[in-house]
Nanobody, 127 residues
């Protein structure tokens, strides 16, 4: 079955950088969309970035210009490079996938865009 495992979270000072990784396995479709979400304590899960089958990417306004989503299709890895981190970026970060082809959209990802989720990795940014 589909399995997503996030890693790379940790504690960093404001202005720092982190790179999150998501190891994917069990995919049954050659075309798929990957996304990254964040959930801060007491807040709803927020879509941050997505990368589509063609390689097109989209970002939420809150991270555009600071975060970069990328993938390595040979190893089924997806990454989220996070720069210029600030305390508002603190939260649990989740990787997600939608199996099968999906036409790219130009907006922040939404929870119901995705079928499968990882367990998350914690990111804490201190001021």
């Amino acid at each position: 079955q589909v399995r997503l495992v996030e890693s790379g979270g940790g504690s960093v000072q404001s202005g720092g950088s982190l790179r999150l990784s998501c190891a994917a396995s069990g995919f049954t479709y050659s075309a798929y969309t990957m996304g990254w979400f964040r959930q801060a304590p007491g807040k709803e899960r927020e879509g941050l970035a997505a990368i589509f089958a063609e390689g097109t990417t989209t970002y939420s306004a809150s991270v555009k210009g600071r975060f970069t989503i990328s993938r390595d299709t040979a190893t089924n890895m997806v990454y989220l490079q996070m720069n210029s981190l600030n305390p508002d970026d603190t939260g649990m970060y989740y990787c997600a996938t939608r199996q099968g082809y999906m036409s790219p959209w130009h907006r922040a990802p939404r929870i119901n865009d995705f079928d499968y989720w990882g367990q998350g990795t914690q990111v804490t940014v201190s001021s």
